[in-house]
């Protein structure tokens, strides 16, 4: 369904579905039980000077009543936001695509606290192009290779690849080294059942359930402190190669979540999460070109002088 609303400031609307029915009079008193945190004086304003509107565009009144309309947009009042300091590097453009690499705490898009320090927001405003879409998703402790499409035309092509799992991507992370742990330990391929629950920061492991994602996890080099590993994921469930590393005794280092979640503390710059989204490889739609993107960051906790494995 698309917004009546421009994207403003790098910024899309919001999307908000009304019930038809209900015990609420108008649809204001709808969005001020819906927002009970907000100020429901200042939601009163915005239907005052016409910043709710419905399908058509048109402004919906403070006393419209439940079952008037169905969807309402509106934009976002900007939040007082921290400025994360890190650029994003772009890496390629072309007329369908866009690939960069994101810095660790940037979120893909915007959300929570997070607007205009997001690398969709960044990057609209950027390359003035309110059209671009990401493809695919980062966390936003993750640094990485970042995917988006320029034109909506030729991005149906492109989501396909990632829906049928033709993207092949390959992440590295660096892990505290357990206590007798050894080499001979890496390769192997670790399952699980995985399920983000509403309101949950972190996602639950079901052990009775058939395994819906998988990792394979292989050693590029390790040395008495920390074991740094290649992950080829072949699903993309929400934290899995977090959590499939802590499963296996590799928590990645400075994870806040897994195995144990720490209470919320401020961003810590010099320790970000060593997670990296490094290789995006996939045969192109439209060309059928091979493509192959890679990044240019590192892991500053890699070891420098670790034993290496051939071919990772």
């Given at each position: 369904m698309p917004s009546p609303l421009p994207v403003r400031d790098g910024v899309g609307a919001t999307r908000l579905h009304v019930p038809l029915t209900g015990e609420w009079p108008t649809v204001a008193d709808y969005m001020i039980d819906r927002f009970f945190h907000l100020d429901p004086?200042?939601?009163?304003?915005?239907?005052?000077?016409?910043?709710?509107?419905?399908?058509?565009?048109?402004a919906v009144a403070l006393d419209a009543p439940i079952g008037s309309v169905e969807f309402i947009w509106y934009y976002r009042e900007p939040p007082a936001e921290q400025r994360i300091p890190f650029e994003i590097d772009v890496l390629h453009q072309d007329d369908h695509l866009l690939v960069v690499d994101k810095p660790h705490f940037l979120p893909t898009t915007?959300?929570?606290?997070?607007?205009?320090?997001?690398?969709?927001?960044?990057?609209?405003?950027?390359?003035?192009?309110?059209?671009?879409a990401p493809m695919h998703r980062l966390d936003r402790a993750t640094a990485?290779?970042?995917?988006?499409?320029?034109?909506?035309?030729?991005?149906?092509?492109?989501?396909l690849l990632f829906e049928n799992r033709q993207v092949r991507k390959v992440y590295e992370a660096v892990s505290a080294r357990p206590?007798?742990?050894?080499?001979?330990?890496?390769?192997?391929?670790?399952?699980?059942?995985?399920?983000?629950?509403?309101?949950?920061?972190?996602?639950?492991?079901?052990?009775?359930?058939?395994?819906?994602?998988?990792?394979?996890?292989?050693?590029?080099?390790?040395?008495?402190?920390?074991?740094?590993?290649?992950?080829?994921?072949?699903?993309?469930k929400m934290h899995q190669l977090r959590v499939h590393l802590a499963a296996l005794?590799?928590?990645?280092?400075?994870?806040?979540?897994?195995?144990?979640?720490?209470?919320?503390?401020p961003d810590d710059f010099d320790h970000p999460l060593q997670l990296l989204a490094r290789e995006l490889r996939f045969t192109d739609p439209l060309s059928g070109e091979e493509r192959v993107f890679r990044t240019r960051r590192s892991l500053q906790e890699a070891p420098a002088g670790g034993t290496p494995v051939s071919g990772a």
């Open positions: 004086d200042r939601l009163r304003a915005r239907f005052d000077r016409g910043e709710i509107v419905a399908a058509d565009g048109s915007p959300g929570g606290r997070y607007l205009q320090n997001s690398a969709l927001v960044r990057l609209r405003n950027l390359l003035d192009n309110p059209e671009l990485g290779l970042l995917m988006f499409s320029t034109r909506p035309a030729t991005r149906g092509a492109y989501q206590q007798n742990w050894e080499p001979s330990a890496l390769p192997l391929v670790y399952r699980n059942h995985i399920e983000k629950l509403r309101a949950q920061v972190r996602v639950q492991v079901d052990t009775e359930r058939e395994p819906n994602a998988e990792t394979r996890v292989e050693l590029i080099s390790a040395d008495d402190r920390v074991v740094h590993t290649l992950l080829r994921p072949h699903s993309g005794g590799l928590g990645i280092l400075n994870d806040p979540f897994y195995p144990v979640l720490h209470p919320e503390q």
